[in-house]
């Protein structure tokens, strides 16, 4: 096991828990089984342990499993042949070894050091954390528990509430965005994702949109008779040749300004 080299949100100091790989191997199975019209979800693999229900781990963690059943994800679960176990388990893999060893550890999956446990389920987001510009989950210094929470409410924190609690979650670590500002720019209000995405994109810092487009959708841009651009009543034509609208020397304040009405720095 020394030998094989992984990254540290990975390193698994027990040699029966190949959680990476065999977690990859289910990720196989799973599209094996796609292919059969039922969704059959593999919980992620610990060697040796077998399934033993959400109701035994209460005897240890009443305190998470009291309001379970407020989580999307316990709400998620469906019934009938399409049936995704959303219990303790599936996040965490078969909880026997565990169970049996009073909690030692190493025995169980957290999903705050091992992503891959949620792609397994959401493969469209292993997509998205393999862009270039994306949150570091994958060596653990951002988690998805950090923006979901996994055991109680809304997985999306805030998500549903009002948009202020949305954004107050990432204002917990990108405190320059806060504001309040003399001059603020209204279209932080719409939330932080309205042009970042915060599973990742292409663009540098995550922008939805690369180019001026990512502003243009709001700020419409008039054509004048004479093929001038005007923006905010005035005259762009020379300027949005010159580069992204937020370029040195333009709006640089995006996110709002103590000094220019016009958000230039
Ligand atoms: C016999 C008591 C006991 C049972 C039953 C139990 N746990 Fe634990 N668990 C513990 C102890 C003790 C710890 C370590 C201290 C802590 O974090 O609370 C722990 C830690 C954990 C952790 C954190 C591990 C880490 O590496 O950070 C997870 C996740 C967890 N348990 C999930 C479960 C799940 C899921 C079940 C049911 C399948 C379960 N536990 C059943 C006692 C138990
Ligand atoms: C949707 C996936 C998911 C499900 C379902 C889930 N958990 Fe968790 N669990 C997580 C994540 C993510 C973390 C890391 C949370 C953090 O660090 O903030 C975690 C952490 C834990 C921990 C470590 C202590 C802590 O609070 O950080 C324990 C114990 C635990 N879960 C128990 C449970 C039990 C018991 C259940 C079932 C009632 C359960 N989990 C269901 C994803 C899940
Ligand atoms: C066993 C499968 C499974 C696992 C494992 C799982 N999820 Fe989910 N999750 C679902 C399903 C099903 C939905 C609802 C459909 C959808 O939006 O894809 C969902 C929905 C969500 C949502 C959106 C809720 C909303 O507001 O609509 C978030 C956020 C989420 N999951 C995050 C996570 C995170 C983070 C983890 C890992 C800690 C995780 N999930 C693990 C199956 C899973
Ligand atoms: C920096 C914060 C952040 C991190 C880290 C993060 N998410 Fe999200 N996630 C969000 C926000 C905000 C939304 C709501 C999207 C929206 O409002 O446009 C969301 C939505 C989702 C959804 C449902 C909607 C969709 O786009 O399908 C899923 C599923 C999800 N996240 C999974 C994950 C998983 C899995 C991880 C970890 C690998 C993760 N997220 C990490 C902030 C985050
Ligand atoms: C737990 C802390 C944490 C939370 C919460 C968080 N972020 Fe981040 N964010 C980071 C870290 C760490 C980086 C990487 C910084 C680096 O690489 O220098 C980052 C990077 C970014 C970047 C790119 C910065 C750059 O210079 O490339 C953007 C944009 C961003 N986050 C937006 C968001 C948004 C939007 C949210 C809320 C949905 C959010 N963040 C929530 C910690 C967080
Ligand atoms: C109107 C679009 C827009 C909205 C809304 C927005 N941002 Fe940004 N953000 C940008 C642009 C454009 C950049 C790139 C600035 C640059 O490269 O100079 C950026 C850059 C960042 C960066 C990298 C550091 C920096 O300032 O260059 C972080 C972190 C960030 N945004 C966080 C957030 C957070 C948190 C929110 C919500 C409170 C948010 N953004 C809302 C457009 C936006
Ligand atoms: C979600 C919609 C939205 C997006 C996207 C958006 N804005 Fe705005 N912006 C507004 C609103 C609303 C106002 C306030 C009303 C106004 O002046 O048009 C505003 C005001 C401004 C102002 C101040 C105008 C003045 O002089 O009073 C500037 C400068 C600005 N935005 C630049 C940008 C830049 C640069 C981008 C792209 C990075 C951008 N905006 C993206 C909605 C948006």
Redo the contacts with the bound molecule.
Sequence with gaps: MDSIKSPPWRKITQPRLLIGLVGFMSIITMISCATVQRTI?I??HIEGATFVGSKTCEQCHQNITKDFHTA??SR?M?KGPNA???GCE??HGAGSVHNESGGARNTIIN?RRD?E??F???MD?KARFDTPHHHPVENGKVS??D??N?HKG???KG??TSMTAEQDTCMQCHMAQRGPFVFEHEAIREGCTTCHNPHGTVNEKMLVQRNNNLCLKCHFQAQSASGKIIIGSQDHTSRVMQGACWSAGCHEAVHGSHVSSSLRF
Excluded: F, K
């Design positions: 979800v919980p992620p999307d994800h998620l469906a995704q176990e959303m599936s996040c999903p992503p446990t949620c397994t389920c959401h987001m998805c528990a923006c979901h996994p809304r997985a999306v998500g549903g």
